[in-house]
């Protein structure tokens, strides 16, 4: 690969691939694998994420929205696509573009039957999703006997799975809570398939729960973040490759003697001689300033340089005090374990998963090939 010339994000499929083939060799045999797909496939880029594991013949993808369904459809998926948190205003777009609603309560559901008998529907493949300690979306346990009621009383729909989502996976020290919701949602599925009087599919391992509790594989798991390089452990990031790099470039190098300051509001002032470079990456393209004043730092030729001063709209500036470079040199703001987003996101006591999908979509998105 070329050395960085601007501020982009490298996309490396062959990581993906790699992550893909070690999270399937991670699951049960006859369990299938939905890859998670939401929020520009965690910031890096849908369609061509998505597209490429259609041709590795993953057997789902699942979104947050309905929107982010209808752009896979329209960018040529034709694998069935779960819609995590519909509502109800996108229904009938929903079933124009055959994505497969998740429905969490009462009220959602009577709205999904009526949309899809009103459009003369029948057995349209839908979702239920059971609270079983998350707190977050779902019906309870003893919601079932209304919600086979209501089943039983229209053709317009058939369920196609149930499941239910771990809020702590990744958390060993919560073993314990852990397999009380895998208990809870074991005594759900039984009751719903007796009820029902068949049996729909069932899952509940997010990756985390696929590497931590195989147990629960199930019928289905879904993956995200393991996708994209990352395993919510040490451990577990040795056996995975980021898929996304961000990179961008040294615009301007100043000398700045002592006394002087550095970006607005004088945020940074210099008590001895510092070398500084400015990057073309700032708040609009996803590093918030939460990370400047001394927390994130960028790698320049294998150096860490620390944000001095504000994070700007679309710039920061960076201590090369003691690194040699120059203008034009490349610089990596999170590229393969031990400097990935992982780590780059600890600076600021958050995770992967947020900076992945804050970086914005004015960064350009370059394919590694
Ligand atoms: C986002 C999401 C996932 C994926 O979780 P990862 O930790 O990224 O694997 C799985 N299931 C649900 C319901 C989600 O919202």
Redesign the pocket.
């Known amino acids: 690969m070329p050395k960085a010339q601007e501020t982009v994000l490298e996309i490396d499929l062959k990581a993906l691939k790699h992550n893909f083939e070690y999270l399937k060799s991670k699951t049960q045999k006859d369990t299938k694998i939905l890859a998670?797909v939401?929020a520009f496939a965690y910031g890096s880029h849908a369609d061509i994420i998505a597209n490429y594991l259609q041709g590795l013949d993953v057997d789902y993808f699942?979104v947050a929205y309905v929107s982010e369904g209808v752009a896979l459809r329209n960018a040529g998926i034709v694998t069935p696509i779960l819609v995590?948190h519909p509502q109800a205003i996108n229904f009938k777009m929903l079933i124009e573009r055959c994505l497969e609603p998740s429905l969490y309560n009462a009220k959602i559901l009577n709205e999904f039957i009526t949309v899809a008998s009103e459009e003369g529907q029948t057995n349209y493949p839908i979702h239920i999703k059971f609270n079983t300690g998350l707190n977050r979306l779902g019906f309870e346990k003893n919601d079932v006997d209304d919600i086979i009621s209501k089943l039983k009383g229209t053709n317009s729909v058939i369920t196609k799975s149930i499941f239910s989502?771990l809020a702590a996976s990744e958390d060993l020290s919560e073993k314990e809570f852990t397999s009380h919701q895998i208990q809870n949602f074991e005594n759900i599925t039984k009751e719903f398939s007796k009820k029902i009087g068949y049996q729909p599919l069932f899952h509940i391992c997010?990756?985390?729960g696929i590497l931590n509790y195989p147990e629960a594989h199930l019928d289905i798991v879904?993956?995200?973040?393991?996708l994209y390089g990352f395993g919510n452990s040490e451990k577990e990031n040795k056996n995975l490759k980021p898929i996304a790099k961000l990179k961008s470039v040294i615009s301007q190098i100043h000398r700045v003697e002592k006394g002087q300051s550095v970006g607005y509001n004088r945020a940074y002032k210099s008590n001895a001689f510092v070398k500084t470079a400015t990057i073309p990456i700032g708040h609009a393209d996803g590093i918030g300033r939460q990370y400047g004043n001394g927390k994130g730092y960028v790698i320049i030729n294998d150096k860490p340089a620390y944000i001095i001063g504000n994070v700007c709209m679309d710039m920061i500036m960076v201590d090369i005090t003691t690194i040699d470079c120059n203008e034009g040199d490349e610089v990596i703001v999170f590229g393969n374990h031990p400097h990935s987003a992982s780590e780059f996101s600890k600076t600021t006591q958050t995770i992967s998963?947020e900076i992945l999908t804050a970086i914005s979509q004015r960064v350009k998105r370059v394919l590694l090939r």
Not at 222 to 226: E, K
């Open positions: 998670v939401k699942a995590l989502h997010n990756t985390s879904r993956t995200g973040i393991g998963y």
